[in-house]
């Protein structure tokens, strides 16, 4: 198991996390996190519903706000700016701009239902990155290929199987050229028959250099695919190693009966 623990966050890191801490109310759903992913590797997070991944994720693209420690994500921090060695709070302006370099995938994939794929896809890189339209129309139309999705370019996004519509989403992310891209559970609303396709493209990001952190429950990916895998359960990470280690020999009792239960 490997030690995040001393020190500060790293923000060479693509995830850098230090005592992170994250209440709704008197619900602590986040309790002293420490965690981090190198630009490069692949981070699975796996762990029983409610223990607080999809709230560390969704703090990590600063859709909640962390209410304690350190996290810097794509190299800037969560929340705050540094400056003079001071902190201030970021603006919306700011969030918006940091937040653009960071990807995310949705279980219920989340895409823009009266547009069309392509017009999906060039949403964001002519609206935020001011990209032209030729040009983002052109960069789409090279991942949706990647994708195996290039004859949908005019579809709308009822008309395609949730497989597609996922892969749909990975492209969207992909277009804004993400440092790093969130997944999650990204194949938990899919039919059985549809989850090979979305994992295969994943695979293929993965093997090209993409980072990523995943939240999933599809341990043979985790096997396969990840550096690092988490365990977390109420709130904290109660394990972290290679797949291998950890999958295979769990060492706490809470892992050891998550992964009987799944496996
Ligand atoms: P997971 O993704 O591991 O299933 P979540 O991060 O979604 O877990 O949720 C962790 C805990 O936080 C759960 O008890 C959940 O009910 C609670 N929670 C999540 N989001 C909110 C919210 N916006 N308001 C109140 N409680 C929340
Ligand atoms: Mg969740």
Known sequence: MRDSRSGQINPQNAVSARGVRKSFGHL??????????????????????????????????HLERIDGGHLSVGGSLVGYRERNNKLYELRPREIAKIRADIGMVFQSFNLFPHMTVVENLIEAPVGVRKQSKREATDYAESLLKKVGLE??????????????????????????????????EPTSALDPELVGEVLNVMKELASEGMTMVVVTHEIGFAREVADMVTFMDGGVIVEQGPPDELIARPQTLRAKSFFSRIL
């Open 151 to 184: 004859n949908k370019r005019n579809a709308y996004p009822r008309t395609l199987s949730g497989g597609q519509q996922q892969r749909v989403a990975i492209a969207r992310a992909l277009a804004m050229q993400p440092k790093l891209i969130l997944f999650d």
């Open 28 to 61: 602590e759903v986040l309790k002293d996190i420490n965690f981090d992913v190198p630009y490069g590797q692949v981070s699975c997070i796996l762990g029983p519903s409610g223990s607080g991944k999809s709230t560390f994720l969704r703090c990590m693209n």
